[in-house]
Structures are given as structure tokens and as C-alpha cells.
């Protein structure tokens, strides 16, 4: 038999030449199941022949980007409507994943989206609209392109939900009152019940027989078909009996199959209602975004939808109005309230010169701003990406309820099967007695609660996370949160300010009186920060920032320099093309030579020598926590310049409390052991890694790691970009509405380290509910599946009537689904804190 054969056409990046385009030949060709593969270097475009039954186009993406290479995909976000539970999750992720050229899919049921990553050279939006609507769901359109239609849907399906409720039990109450009180009718009970029942019932539970037949037609086993099973069989039954066909009149079902398609109903409405309520973060993040602008045009305002903004527009926002677009203030002073972006209450004073952001609020003054982002490049955008994206995700815990769900349908089937046959053939009980049974398993058992149960809390989690300024960027990085074991800080810019000023100038001659051996009688402080000024002045480092400030200070002339070099983690080293001169009024120092400003490594490396005295006073520097640099002259030592950081405001606080939570801190540091140890000290933190280079941080990570403990690095999301994406979970730092969004799992948009306190916390919250809420989903259905099958009858006499098992299953999922929605009122304790 022929093997079966697909053709991929996947669009790669980072080629250059023909190796290139050789080594993803190679990689591909060495999968299992690949017969061919070809690469065009000019279209930058790998063609694959594979078997799809050995392996699927991820895994020959897989195969490129281990290989070195990007894999060039499109991303989008598709509503759909109609489904109810978590079979039909997996009923649409199965389809989608079916289409040649699709890569992922991931489908939420809480929001109703589906989340999918394609080749568009191989498959379009089109084809996945038509397979959604082939199975049987509505395709609403993609995210961002259809407006209010949503909303729309939504409120009309609740309506109709709504209506079917009312009639459902309007009819099945009264019915069941008569029943019971032997009220006298002109026409037997049983036909009059099924005349006034039929019309009712078919109405109210067309959606649920119509869902049926459309799963049963795609062969699945999904909700609706038990549903259908359970109230199909009552009312059938209760047919049979009005007729005396097999069945006899005893077999009155009319009133329960009318109010168990009620109380189903009822159970879709309430949780519609709910799953509406767990995506209010993100649509209170779109509301933020105005629908026009006001741009100066040739002198005069001209107002235009946000939508014909253009980079470099000149922007005027009066008081009260939302800022709509990133950008630069050139005229005018006013606070903004940025609370919307970064949770701050206090508004920010903005005047020419600063940063504003769009979908923040101006508050008193008229701004005018020119346009440096707009639309999706927009912080506000970005967040809004990221925090839908971050919903539409699964933890691995989601796993457990889909491998549940799989095999949850046919295990009920053969309980409530085997439930009748034993009552009715084994045990000889009445016919009537084994149909109870037998409908309301079918009734009670409820998968919906395990599919809801993670992607609700997901949902509202990460929502919650985004209105306190953390953006969790995936479900993933909420699990592995709550496994920490050690945080990892950086310490410039991360427990410190990140801005560090010059404390101690000492020079040679004045004040260590070590020997004369060079001619520095008039080496004074300003003559040596000025010889540093002028070198460091190459570098971007936080430190040279700081002696050439002091140096700006002192109104220092900054000189030119020739053949700079930078040594990582070292320091710097430059000639001076100009001479000094004049310090001393007796004499002049000339200085033209090589100058090398660095730690001990770096003057080693370079054979310059310290005396003891110099060592001392480097010590007694570093003990007061201070980054003391030496200062070299052609090859001599001829002074030390000494920074300090200032510790930020919450740091102390920030590793105390995660200390309290039983959590191992650690800093990592390029300094020196003393003014790491010195830093680490006044923090409260033992463990300290000092003298590693920046490129050697990710190192230090993963040796933490290889020793078995899941570590949090938390960094500034610019510089630790190696250790943060080496680390379990990397925690980037922000600096206000100025953020990286890529650059870590949970991004803090505040510089603030409580806020890195508050994502742990928000990520252990958030998974204790996910396991809340799946322990209920498993134990409800754990425990009324068998009193329903009638395990308690014979020693209790306990029966579960359909009717109690059809308000049971609507109140399942409602309970889970209000157990996540309690996280949007969540407060991480860190947050009640007072910074001391």
C-alpha cells in the first residue's frame, strides 16, 4: 500500500548563502517520514514531500529553527460561536489542525476565540472559516475586523436562551403541579400532557437536538448528543406510554423532558453571561483607545479618525481628552493620567521633551506632541496583543482536562448503559426505575465544568494581572510561577536605581601618598575626572554615565579620544588626542598617553600594577558598597574614582516578602565580591554572585538550574536578555509607559520590584483556583454520577430524580466559572503594602 503524502511549502529566514540553504536541507531530510526536500535560497522558500501520518508541519518547523533558522508564519485570532462545551474545543482545534499548512491551534472556550498560527502560502483565513462552519459552529470573523457584531451575537443568543427559559418552565411547572394533584381533565392525562408539551418542547430544545445531529454528523461524541440522549429518551418514552406501544402510562416523562431542556438551557444562559464577564480586562484595554485625533495641518486643527495618524503628525490633546498615539511632547505642561497603563494613581507632570502614551488621559493643560508610534506599534496595542494572546494560551495543567474529557463521554455512556442493565435485566427492577437511571446519568454528567474550569481562571487571571500593571504573557509562565524555587536579581537598574553618582575622587599624590614614581605633583581631582570623563565618554556603561556627568558638573571640558576599546565586564581604555594643561599655577601637567579606566581584572590584563596602599583604600570602598574604578596613565596607576547606586525604594521590602514566602533571593552582579557583599547586605540577601560578565549571566542560570531548582530572573528586560530567556521564568523590569514587551514572560510595566512580589503572588492565586476548579469539576462529577446510577438506593432508599440532575449540571459549570471570575477582585497582599 502506498504511503499516504503531503507537500509543504514553508517560507524561511535568516539564509545567506547556499550552506545555508544546504543545512536546512539537511535538517529536514533527517526527520522520519520526509522523502524530499528542496531550498530556494532566492525565494527563501523550503519545499517538503512527507508522509502526514509520521509527522505534521510543526515538526519540520521545528526541524528549521533548530537548525539556526527563523520559519516566516502568519498569527490570528478567530471568533467563533456555538460551541458549549469541551468537546467542541477539541472538535474545532481537530479540524483546524487537519488544513494543510496549519501549525497551532489553540482554542479558548471562555472567550470563544481560536487562536491559530498558519502558512499562508498554504492555507488562508477562508479555508478555516469554511471548516467552522462545515462542523457546525459559526465563524463571527477575525479579531479587531468585526466591531460590535460579537457583542451583537452575544446578546441575541442570550435573549433567545432567555426566552426558550421562560417557556421551558412556564410550560413544565404547571404541568408538573397537575400531575401530582390528580386535578379531573375532560381528556385522558397522558394526551393532554403530550398536546400541550410538544410545541413547548420542541422549542425549547431545538439548539440542543440540532448540536447533536451536527456532532454525531462530524463523529463526535460531544454534550449535546448525551443531552439529546437523555431528554430524547424521556420524552420518547413518555410517547410510547400516552400509546401503550411497549411502554404503559406509568412511563409519564412529559414534564421532565420539558424541564430537564429548561434547566439545560438555563445552565448555557448563566454560563454565557458568566464567560462574557471573564473578558472585561481586555475590553476595558480596547475602550481605552480613542476613535480620533486632532492634528495641526498648515496652521490649522484638523480632527481625523484615529486610523489616518501618521508617524510625525503634530498632535494637540486639550484637557480631558484621551492622548491617541505614542509620542514626544514639543509644546505645552500638563499631568497625565497614566493609571490605565501602568496602575499609578498619581497623574505624571508631562512638558516638552517627555513621553506620552496613547489611551492615557490628559488632565488639565493642552499638549501638543508629535506622533512616534501609532496603531499597533503602540504600547497600548502591544498590551492589548499580548494580554489576548496570554488568554487564548493553555498551562500544561489544561492537559489533565483534555486527556479527561477525551475519554469522559464514552465512559459515561457505558456507566449509564450498564447502570440500566443492571437495575432492569440483573437486579429485576422496574422498567421505569432503570430509565430514571439511565436519563439522568446522562442528564447529571457534565464535562463543560473540566473544560472551563482552566481557561476561565486563565482568562480572568491574566486580565486582573494586566489591570495591576504585570503582564503575564502566556499560561505557561503562570504555572512554572507558582514552582519557583530562587529569584534571581540583577542588580544595576534592577534592586538599584540605575543611575549612580560619583562619592570619592582620590588621587595618587594627595590622597593615598603611596610613591612618587611618576610626575603627578599636580594630578588634583579635577585633573583625574577629567582624564576619565573624557574616556568614558565612549562608553554607554551606567558608571561611565556617572563620571562624565560629575565631570559635566564641574564644567569640565570633555576631550577627544582615539582608538577606543572596550573590555566586557572589565572597563574601557582610549589615547587622548589633545593635551592638558594649566592645573597647577607653577607648572603644567601634559597628559597625551594611553589612559585605561577598569576594575582589577582589567588592570592585571594590562600588567599595571596596584601598591598595598591603593589595594587597602579599594577594600574600604568596596565594604561601604561602593564600584570603585582605578584610573591608569600611560601604564601607571594615577588615581581611583568611586560610584554608588542607590538602592530603589521597594527593594528591601520586595526580597523580604519573598523571603516570607519560603523563596531563595539571590543578586547577580559584574561587581566585585566587597561592594556586592555590601549591597547584598544592606537588602537582606545571602546568596550573591559577583564579578560575572553580562555575557556569563545566563551561565550562572542555568547552573542554578543543572542543581534542580526552577529560577526567576529578574532583570531589566534590555541588558539581561540572555539570562531572562535562559531562566524558568524571566521577570523584566519597566520603566512606566516605556516597556519591552518581548523581552520576558511576565513584563512589569511599573519599576517597581513589589510588582515582581505581586506576579508570583497573582501566579500562585491564579493556579490555586485553576486547581480549585478542576478538583470540583472532577469531584461533582466523581460524586453524582454514582447516585445517580443509583449506588445509594439500595442502602438509603436515595434516588436523583432527572429533574434535580438537570439543575445538579447547570449549576457545575456556573460554580466554576464564578469560582474564576471572584480572581478580577484579587489583591496580591504585596500590594497592601506601604513602602517604608
Not at 91 to 120: F, H, R
Not at 145 to 154: C, M, S, V, Y
Not at 719 to 744: F, Y
Request: charged fraction near 20%.
Amino acid at each position: 500500500m502506498e504511503e499516504p503524502k503531503k507537500k509543504a511549502n514553508i517560507k524561511v529566514s535568516g539564509m545567506s548563502c547556499a550552506s545555508c540553504a544546504l543545512n536546512v536541507e539537511k535538517s529536514l531530510k533527517n526527520l522520519e517520514g520526509v522523502d524530499e526536500a528542496q531550498v530556494n535560497l532566492g525565494t527563501e522558500e523550503a519545499t517538503v514531500e512527507y508522509n502526514p501520518e509520521r509527522l505534521d508541519l510543526s515538526q519540520l518547523e521545528t526541524a528549521v529553527e533548530e537548525a539556526g533558522y527563523g520559519v516566516v508564519n502568519e498569527k490570528v485570532t478567530i471568533k467563533v460561536g456555538g460551541m458549549s462545551c469541551a468537546m467542541c474545543v477539541k472538535a474545532i482545534e481537530d479540524v483546524l489542525s487537519k488544513l494543510d499548512g496549519v501549525s497551532t491551534v489553540t482554542v479558548n472556550l471562555a472567550s470563544e476565540k481560536a487562536y491559530v498560527t498558519y502558512n499562508p502560502k498554504m492555507v488562508t483565513v477562508e479555508d478555516m472559516k469554511n471548516a467552522i462552519n462545515e462542523l457546525g459552529y459559526q465563524y463571527l470573523g477575525v479579531e479587531g475586523e468585526t466591531g460590535d457584531l460579537e457583542e451583537k451575537l452575544r446578546l441575541k443568543d442570550l435573549k433567545e436562551k432567555r426566552n426558550r427559559i421562560i417557556v421551558g418552565f412556564g410550560f413544565s411547572i404547571p404541568l408538573m403541579v397537575m400531575m401530582y394533584s390528580n386535578i379531573m381533565l375532560p381528556v385522558p392525562m397522558p394526551e393532554f400532557m403530550l398536546a400541550v408539551s410538544i410545541l413547548p418542547f420542541i422549542y425549547v430544545s431545538y439548539p440542543i437536538f440540532t448540536a447533536g445531529y451536527r456532532a454525531l454528523h462530524n463523529h463526535n461524541l460531544d454534550m449535546d448528543v448525551m443531552y439529546s440522549m437523555g431528554i430524547g429518551v424521556a420524552y420518547v418514552s413518555s410517547v410510547l406510554g400516552t400509546f401503550n406501544i411497549v411502554l404503559t402510562p406509568d412511563f409519564m416523562f412529559y414534564e421532565t423532558a420539558l424541564m430537564l431542556a429548561a434547566f439545560l438551557m438555563m445552565g448555557r444562559w448563566l454560563e454565557t453571561r458568566a464567560k462574557g464577564n471573564t473578558s472585561t480586562a481586555i475590553k476595558k484595554l480596547i475602550g481605552m483607545q480613542p476613535k480620533t485625533a486632532t492634528i495641526i495641518k498648515e496652521g490649522v486643527e484638523v480632527s481625523l479618525p484615529i486610523e489616518e495618524l501618521v508617524v510625525d503628525d503634530l498632535v494637540v490633546v486639550k484637557p480631558g481628552e484621551k492622548i491617541p498615539a505614542d509620542g514626544m511632547v514639543v509644546d505645552g505642561e500638563s499631568y497625565v493620567d497614566e493609571s490605565t497603563i501602568t496602575g499609578e494613581p498619581i497623574p505624571v507632570l508631562k512638558n516638552a521633551g517627555k513621553t506620552v502614551v496613547g489611551g492615557t488621559i490628559n488632565k488639565n493643560g493642552a499638549l501638543k506632541f508629535k506622533t512616534m508610534k501609532i496603531g499597533k506599534d503602540t504600547v497600548l496595542s502591544q498590551i492589548i496583543k499580548l494580554v489576548e494572546t496570554a488568554q487564548g494560551s493553555k498551562p500544561p495543567v489544561q492537559r489533565i482536562a483534555d486527556t479527561a474529557v477525551t475519554y469522559f463521554i464514552p465512559t459515561v455512556l457505558i456507566i449509564a448503559i450498564t447502570a440500566f442493565l443492571v437495575w432492569y435485566v440483573a437486579l429485576g427492577s422496574t422498567l421505569l426505575f432503570g430509565l430514571t437511571v439511565l436519563i439522568s446519568i446522562l442528564v447529571v454528567a457534565c464535562p463543560c465544568a473540566l473544560g472551563l474550569a482552566t481557561p476561565t481562571a486563565v482568562t480572568v487571571g491574566i486580565g486582573r494581572g494586566a489591570e495591576l500593571g504585570i503582564l503575564v504573557k502566556n499560561g505557561e509562565a503562570l504555572e512554572i510561577s507558582e514552582k519557583i524555587q530562587t529569584v534571581l536579581f540583577d542588580k544595576t537598574g534592577t534592586l538599584t536605581r540605575g543611575k549612580p553618582e560619583v562619592t570619592d575622587i582620590l588621587t595618587l599624590d594627595k590622597s593615598l601618598n603611596t610613591d612618587k614614581s611618576i610626575d603627578t605633583d599636580s594630578m588634583d581631582e579635577k585633573f583625574l575626572l577629567q582624564v576619565a570623563a573624557s574616556v568614558e565618554n565612549n562608553s554607554e556603561h551606567p558608571l561611565a554615565g556617572a563620571i562624565v556627568n560629575k565631570a559635566r558638573e564641574k564644567g569640565l571640558k570633555i576631550l577627544e579620544t582615539r582608538n577606543f576599546e572596550s573590555f566586557s565586564g572589565k572597563g574601557i581604555k582610549a589615547v587622548l588626542n589633545d593635551v592638558i594643561q594649566g592645573y597647577d599655577e607653577t607648572r603644567s601637567q601634559n597628559v597625551s598617553g594611553e589612559v585605561v579606566v577598569g576594575n582589577r581584572s582589567l588592570l592585571a590584563d594590562k600588567n599595571i600594577s596596584l601598591t598595598e596602599k591603593l589595594e587597602s583604600k579599594l577594600l574600604k570602598l568596596e565594604s561601604e558598597g561602593k564600584t570603585a574604578v582605578v584610573v591608569a596613565i600611560d601604564s601607571r596607576t594615577a588615581g581611583v574614582i568611586a560610584v554608588a547606586d542607590t538602592l530603589k525604594e521597594s527593594t528591601v521590602d520586595a526580597i523580604h516578602e519573598l523571603q516570607n514566602m519560603g523563596l531563595d533571593v539571590g543578586m547577580i552582579t559584574g561587581d566585585n565580591a566587597g561592594t556586592a557583599d555590601a549591597i547584598a547586605k544592606k537588602v537582606g540577601i545571602e546568596k550573591v554572585i559577583s564579578e560575572v560578565l553580562p555575557q556569563d549571566k545566563a551561565r550562572e542560570v542555568k547552573r542554578l538550574q543543572d542543581k534542580g531548582d526552577v529560577v526567576a530572573f529578574v532583570g531589566d528586560g534590555v541588558n539581561d536578555a540572555p539570562a531572562l530567556a535562559q531562566s524558568d521564568v524571566g521577570i523584566a523590569i519597566g520603566s512606566g509607559t516605556d516597556i519591552a514587551i518581548e523581552s520576558g514572560d511576565i513584563v512589569l510595566v511599573k519599576d517597581n520590584l513589589l510588582d515582581a512580589v505581586a506576579g508570583v503572588q497573582l501566579s500562585r492565586k491564579v493556579m490555586g483556583r485553576i486547581k480549585l476548579n478542576l478538583f470540583w469539576a472532577f469531584a461533582y462529577n466523581a460524586v453524582l454520577i454514582p447516585v445517580a446510577a443509583g449506588l445509594l438506593y439500595p442502602t438509603f432508599g436515595i434516588t436523583f430524580r432527572p429533574e434535580y440532575a438537570g439543575l445538579a449540571m447547570a449549576l457545575s459549570s456556573v460554580t466554576v466559572v464564578s469560582l474564576s471570575l471572584l480572581l478580577k477582585g484579587y489583591v496580591p497582599p504585596v500590594k497592601k503594602l506601604k513602602t517604608q
